[in-house]
């Protein structure tokens, strides 16, 4: 019978939660890398039981775990006792350097701050990892501040693709609220070289050429806190999901605003309908029916929590415009929390399971596409992430 | 020997408990000792300093013999106490950020 495993990033560690294909019954794991904020966690595609791990630390900056047995146990890839040639320690798994070489690099530039002024990229943390559809042991990362680095070697060492970075538009880039983070990558499994990523509050782009160029596609995106409305950058987007049937179809959590594009993104359209409001992070589609959408509203940009104290999932079967409010099981009274952008999943079984996680803790299921819900746990810390993965 | 107390959640990164010791050649100072360190746990790389300025991260702060050495260069060579390994170097987590 199929299992899922749900990996669960939080503010205090990380989490596995594992089930059969009722997913009724739970296994709780964790925390893994207590203490640490995990931003992410996703295993490979070719590998299930490969799992890559974002664990990060103001004090202490930026580590890369791996799993190789299904997150039961981990290791650093690059902290092994391993040295360079010239006899230095490696510790290369934790090292994200813009490649500011004349070879393969562009040049260090700045970006917009807060104030309108300009600041050098410097690096943050990695918001998320993207492991490759065909190679377990290729993986993408995307940081803050925005760029998009990659591993060939399964996480023991990274390098840039600074055509991201170095495209021209970066002085016009700006922080969002949460930092100036590439935190969508979505890879077109029907072409290895189209990738699509998204900053906040840059917007989205394209490379069509495995990630060496870069176009920005935010043609259709209205931006109010924009002066120009037809902006090629400065959109503060949330989140894209694709449905890996249908890659050239792609929907869009924008800060406000449910976006589609039927086109790679070349072109957008608004998609919100009836929502009570089209403000929110997360956004997924259904794994069997490309026109299945689901939003997590929140009240506003200014009161991060659901409207009404109602927390809904709102599920679209037209591919948006038309939504109904999926809650139940859902608190509707007196729940003030967040859904953050990369904390909805949904499993491959028959019947597509979803899942979400709150800043409250709380990482809900609905095994039936929606209908209904229940909390898998209640008292996690802050989630940040949730991915699942579908096992034999 | 060099002693080096490392905090908690270092100490668990590197898979050790209490305090690590290292071998470091005179004159002892605390790039010299920073760099045994990284080398015996590689893992540590760019948790104490930048993997490439080598410059201190901001929120971690270096204690010898009773005295907060974190401005000074790190050429200097440590208090013999230290460089002895009478006391250990402290590697401090700074007491801040708590809303999180």
Known sequence: MSKVRVLVGTRKGAFTLTADGKRDQWEVAGPFFAGWEVYHMKGSPVNPDRIYASQTSGWFGQIIQRSDDGGKTWTAPGGGQQKSPQGWPMGESNRFVYDTSDTSGAPLTTHQWYDGTQHPWEFKRVWHIEPSLTDADAVYAGIEDAALFHSKDGGHSWQELSGLRGHGTGPNWQPGAGGMCLHTIVLDPKDPNRIYIAISAAGAFRSDDGGASWKPINKGLRSQFLPDQDAEVGHCVHHIAMNPKRPGVLFMQKHWDVMRSDDAGDNWREVSGNLPTDFGFAIDIHSHEPETIYVAPIKSDSEHYPLDGKLQVWRSRTGGNDWEAMTSGLPQANCYVNVLRDAMAVDTLDECGVYFGTTGGQVYVSPDAGDTWKPIVRDLPPVLSVEVQTLP | ?100
């Open chain 2, 1 to 100: 020997m060099i002693r080096v107390e490392l905090p908690f959640h270092l100490r668990t990164l590197a898979q050790v408990s209490g305090e690590v010791q290292v071998e470091v050649a005179a004159p002892v100072t605390l790039r010299r000792v920073l760099d045994a360190l990284e080398e015996q746990y590689p893992v540590l790389c760019g948790t104490i300093r930048d993997h490439d300025t080598k410059q201190r991260r901001p929120f971690l702060r270096f204690f010898a013999h009773q005295q907060d050495i974190s401005h000074d260069s790190p050429d200097d060579p440590l208090p013999g106490e230290v460089a002895s390994g009478k006391e250990p170097l402290l590697v401090i987590g700074a007491i801040a950020g708590g809303s999180r």
